[in-house]
């Protein structure tokens, strides 16, 4: 499986013709423009379809940008100014359609949301041709769908940024915020030892390649049929020979938060699967965030879901609205997160990051 999916695209730049004119006047206003600078090509569009998009330093310098945008949000006013922002979401959502529309107004730009609940967004009109259509009135794209190859042939068409709001195979926004919520509160993330139990799904693939990128120390506790992709293991496995980190997979729950600083869970049926939930939530009995559970990991453990939470079942609400919860600082973040890569992907003054090759 492809893990990194961005790709670098340059927009055709075609110089100004020269005047073709027998006047000597003319001739020589010629020479001056043909002599002037002449402007440069746009820096090829940047995506963030994964995690894996990002190389460490990278993610080091969008939390930096995060942190400032997060406490100084008034010297960020109208730097995205003119940008227009195109949502098509094939899911429900709260948190990621209202931050994003929040962030892209705070920073000056303006959105359009297309529901896309109904039917897909290609059900239509191919997206080769939608992303034509819209390269040519919007800057930015972004995408929250069932399929991940939505996401990447998108990508792959489009010569704007298209950003991945969640997909089948990654969320990482929200991976990215939760990494940035761990760092406000422990500091060196190569330090921090978190824990993910439940689904191998979406989120536990971004959280799997952020926290590789970022060193830290990561269990994820899976039944033995829900283990994440082994395309995503190896690749989080390939990061952290990088960067130091510790990757360690077990279907055993308590193995997996032993000493965790933060213990962190998701529903065991995603959006898509609601019919299998019967049937899931023996499986994922064992697996249930409870306080016997937290009394495995450090005394300080923070608790961790990216929302909506089904109480009762993979959390109980002893643990979820306990005083070490940090759900919804989360939540807050993905706001503060986001509009860090809207800035980063749109310009916005404040300086892009390079362009990463393939799997750097």
Known sequence: MHINSMRKRQRAYRPARKRDTKETAMRTQTVELTNSPQPKPEPPSR??????????????????????????????????TGKQMVMFFEKPSLRTRLTFEAGMDSLGGSTFFVDQTSSRI????????????????????????????????????ADVPVINALSDLEHPCQALADLFTLQEHFGDLSKVHFAYVGDGNNVAHSLLLAGAALGASVAIGTPCNHAPSPAIIEAAEA???????????????????????????????????????????????????????????????????????????????????SSNSVVFEQAENRLHIQKAILVWLLGGGVGRLPVRSAHA
């Not at 991940?148 to 042939?153: C, P, R, Y």
């Not at 962190?264 to 959006?271: E, I």
């Not at 899931?280 to 409870?290: E, K, L, T």
Request: proline share 4%; glycine share 4%.
């Open 239 to 321: 990061l952290a020979e990088e960067t130091g980190a510790a990757i360690n997979i077990f279907t055993d729950p308590r193995e997996a938060v032993a000493g965790a600083d933060a213990v962190y869970t998701d529903v065991w049926a995603s959006m898509g699967q609601e019919g299998e939930a019967d049937s899931r939530s023996g499986i994922f009995a064992p697996y249930q965030v409870n306080a016997a559970l937290m009394q495995d990991a450090s005394p300080h453990a923070l608790f961790m879901h990216c929302l909506p939470a089904h109480r009762g079942w993979e959390v109980t609400d002893e643990v979820i609205d």
């Open 122 to 157: 290609d059900a239509r009109e191919s997206l080769h041709d939608i992303a034509h259509n819209l390269e040519r009135w919007i800057d930015i794209i972004v995408l929250r769908t069932f399929n991940h190859a939505t996401v990447e042939d998108m990508a792959a068409h």
């Open 47 to 80: 995506d963030l379809l994964s995690t894996h998009d990002l190389a460490p330093h990278e993610i080091h310098t969008l939390f930096n940008l995060t942190a400032m945008l997060k406490q100084r949000p008034a010297d960020f006013r109208g730097v995205l």
